[in-house]
């Protein structure tokens, strides 16, 4: 039998497929869009199966034998008449592997094996949403940074007022000896208050690139925490270890704390570390290698900003507030324990 035309010139109803019965619809055994015999036509088609602006049927090799009779391959459910379900004038290339109806090359979405249609895609994003992995706020880009601008403000405001009063500046500077007779102070304001240009801005310009990338990742209170605690690390560090009347000032040790925990974050998020490695590198470089360089207080922040961007990546995103307040807490105790040691226990030359 000629399954390209019937006798009566209706359109092609081909054979059954393996696994069917006769008078059921044929090719993947629901046969959603296909005319039947004798039925009503879709889209206007005209005897022998044809649709005025349908692509022709597909022929040649892989579909000789297609219409030989019943199909042996599960593989191959689509015979060369199979028409989509949502659009009966195309022709359907596959079978949507969650509802099983046939689909043309426009509702076609990859699956993880097959196609699907795009209602079953629709219907699986509305009941099982997939969350897909993105690294932390801005570690990838810059992003809006309102508790930055504000610090790099304070450093410019404070800094104009030092330039302008030497006696302001003094009082302001980090002296191991002063801190130890009472002007606990100085601990905070020594990372503020600096009277030198080309400090405030190396340092300003520092601040502004890394926190442009770190507030977004850590929110604005507890990039202020690790700010503010690196910046207390540094000057802790530097009261322990450096020389008695030593003056020191300059938000360095803060902003080093602020790269160690771009670190923390970064490896967290799978992101190459090279580069951020490579800049502390450079920095601590310079510190032995010029003198009047507090790198005390560098590796002091870097210490302290690397413990405590630590953790408040471990409680995750359950335990995120908890573990936050346990580390700032934690973070003031030790450094608060370590200030009860008399300054310059360990004496370091600075150079």
Not at 36 to 62: H, K
Not at 87 to 93: F, K, M, Q, S, T
Not at 281 to 289: P, Q, V
Not at 329 to 346: F, I, K, N, Q
Request: a positive charge; one cysteine or more.
């Amino acid at each position: 039998m000629d399954n390209r035309a019937q006798d009566d010139g209706s359109p092609l109803w081909p054979d059954v497929p393996h696994g069917g019965t006769s008078g059921a619809p044929a090719w993947g055994g629901r046969g959603w869009g296909v005319p039947r015999p004798g039925g009503p036509v879709p889209g206007g088609a005209v005897p022998g199966g044809a649709v005025p602006g349908a692509p022709a049927a597909p022929s040649g090799p892989e579909w000789e034998g297609a219409n030989a009779g019943p199909q042996s391959s599960p593989e191959e459910p689509l015979g060369p008449n199979t028409r989509c379900y949502q659009h009966p004038d195309r022709l359907a290339g596959a079978v949507c592997r969650s509802c099983g109806k046939p689909i043309c090359s426009d509702c076609m979405v990859e699956a993880p094996v097959g196609w699907q249609c795009r209602r079953c895609v629709h219907r699986s994003a509305r009941t099982s949403p997939v969350t897909r992995y993105r690294p932390s706020g801005g570690l990838t880009r810059p992003g809006n940074a309102p508790v930055t601008l504000a610090l790099i403000a304070v450093n410019i405001v404070l800094y104009l007022v030092a330039s302008g009063s030497p006696s302001f500046a003094f009082h302001s500077y980090e002296i191991p000896y002063l801190i130890q007779h009472g002007q606990w102070y100085r601990l905070f304001s020594s990372f503020f208050v600096t009277n030198d240009f080309l400090d405030i801005a190396l340092n300003m310009f520092s601040l502004y690139i890394i926190g442009r990338l770190v507030e977004p990742a850590l929110e604005k209170w507890r990039y202020l925490a690790v700010y503010l605690l690196s910046g207390l690390g540094g000057s802790v560090a530097t009261y322990l270890l450096g020389k008695l009347l030593l003056e020191s000032a300059g938000a360095s040790g803060a902003i080093f704390g602020l790269i160690g925990a771009y670190f923390v974050l970064a490896r967290r998020a799978h992101l190459n570390t090279s580069g951020i490695v490579a800049i502390v590198a450079i920095n601590l470089f310079f510190d032995f290698t010029y003198s009047g360089i507090n790198w005390l207080a560098h590796l002091g922040g870097l210490a302290v900003g690397l413990a405590v961007a630590a953790g408040f990546a471990a409680g995750g995103s359950k335990h995120k507030a908890a573990a936050a307040i346990v580390t700032v807490v934690s973070s003031c105790a030790v450094l608060g324990l370590l200030m009860l040691l008399p300054p310059g226990h360990v004496n370091v030359s600075l150079g």
